[in-house]
């Protein structure tokens, strides 16, 4: 069915170095597409978003592209710190369900020093 | 600060026991979410609601029920509780019509074991 997808499981970064944490979707009907950081005993976090009609939208850090072409989406974080630790979810909105918001199978990204 | 709570950390239950999960926000927010979390399944949409009294189901609401009387408060409901419930419990609100349809706000989530 549709769904939301990431390519890694788990990502080691050595400290200092850009991290780059990819996503396939099958459904072209989203409106958002949205990257959440999870640390552990935490909820989900926001970072960044990005409409569907965009394909490259920059954070503090953060990079997220979007190539609708081969319903990809990918995050990238500059100069990864310790703090960046965490498991990284991408998710889509479909306005025209509601707003329903589906989350990926998440990415644990783990910073070296 | 914009807060979503959630009112259990940790909740052991029975078998069969009728369950509440409560979640309250309190930024006005439209649509409010339930998820589990699994260990390697992520984050599943058990049930979402995008106004008072509304309900739309998720991709897994069997074995669950939910109430929204009230816009600041969505309750998740185990009708018969069963281990395969033994989860992490994830709130969420969003409110899409401040043009911020991506950003949702997660509570501290509530870990549920059924025995």
């Known amino acids: 069915g549709e769904s939301v997808g990431l390519h890694l499981p788990t990502l080691s970064v050595q400290e200092g170095d850009n991290s780059i944490i990819n996503c396939a979707y099958s459904?072209?009907?989203?409106?958002?597409f949205i990257w959440y950081k999870q640390e552990s005993g935490k909820g989900p976090q926001f970072i960044i978003d990005?409409?569907?009609?965009?394909d490259k939208r920059q954070g503090q850090r953060v990079t997220v592209l979007l190539n609708k072409t081969v319903k990809h989406l990918s995050l990238q974080i500059a100069a990864t710190q310790p703090g960046d630790s965490a498991v990284y979810f991408c998710?889509?909105?479909?306005?025209?369900?509601?707003?329903?918001?589906?989350f990926g199978g998440g990415t644990r990204v783990l910073v070296k020093p | 600060d914009v807060k979503v709570t959630q009112s259990s950390r940790y909740l052991v239950k029975r078998t069969g026991e009728k369950v509440f999960l409560e979640c309250v926000q309190d930024?006005?927010?439209?649509?409010m979410f339930w998820y589990r979390q699994d260990p390697g399944l992520g984050l599943r949409l058990i049930y979402f609601?995008?106004?008072?009294?509304?309900?739309e189901k998720g991709d897994i609401p069997e074995g669950y029920s939910v109430s929204r009387e009230k816009k600041e408060r969505f309750s998740l409901i185990l009708e018969s509780a069963s281990t395969n419930q033994t989860s992490m419990y994830l709130c969420?609100?969003?409110?899409?019509?401040?043009?911020?349809?991506?950003?949702?706000?997660f509570g501290p989530g509530t870990r549920l074991t059924v025995t």
């Open positions: 969420a609100s969003s409110s899409p019509t401040t043009g911020q349809g991506g950003k949702a706000y």
């Open positions: 459904n072209s009907a989203s409106d958002y």
């Open positions: 990005i409409r569907s009609n965009m």
């Open positions: 998710a889509e909105i479909r306005q025209a369900a509601g707003n329903k918001l589906t």
């Open positions: 930024m006005d927010h439209e649509n």
């Open positions: 609601s995008y106004d008072v009294k509304m309900k």
